[in-house]
């Protein structure tokens, strides 16, 4: 049974910065892409930014230029690095692994807050 547990979130003022962790525990099978969403309040739940087990990433226009997403393939972690933090940017944000042997399944955890205010 995988877990993902969260953190790293908390509140930040306008233009400060934020790493975001997500560890798994229990076997992960390789290959498999992590993911971080992010859900505001009254509003869907959106892609923020992945990365392949290769290490391709690929960033939601909203964050390009101000976040990192990385991995850690011995710690079955993803990390989630956010500068130039914005009001808008407050969310609940989660991670996705998706894995697709020995069947295709996905993995989220279950959201770590992140408030952007003055």
């Known amino acids: 049974q995988v877990q993902l547990v969260e953190s790293g979130g908390g509140l930040v003022q306008p233009g400060g910065s934020l790493r975001l962790s997500c560890a798994a525990s229990?076997?992960?099978?390789?290959?498999?892409?992590m993911c971080w969403y992010r859900q505001a309040p009254g509003k869907q739940r959106e892609l923020v930014a992945l990365i392949s087990s290769a290490g391709t990433t690929n960033y939601a226009d909203f964050v390009k230029g101000r976040a990192t997403i990385s991995r850690d393939n011995a710690k079955n972690t993803v990390y989630l690095q956010m500068n130039n933090l914005k009001s808008e940017d407050t969310a609940v944000y989660y991670c996705?692994?998706?894995?697709?042997?020995?069947?295709?399944?996905?993995?989220w955890g279950q959201g770590t807050q992140v408030t952007v205010s003055s």
């Open positions: 229990g076997s992960l099978f390789s290959p498999n892409t």
């Open positions: 996705r692994i998706t894995v697709v042997k020995p069947e295709i399944r996905d993995y």
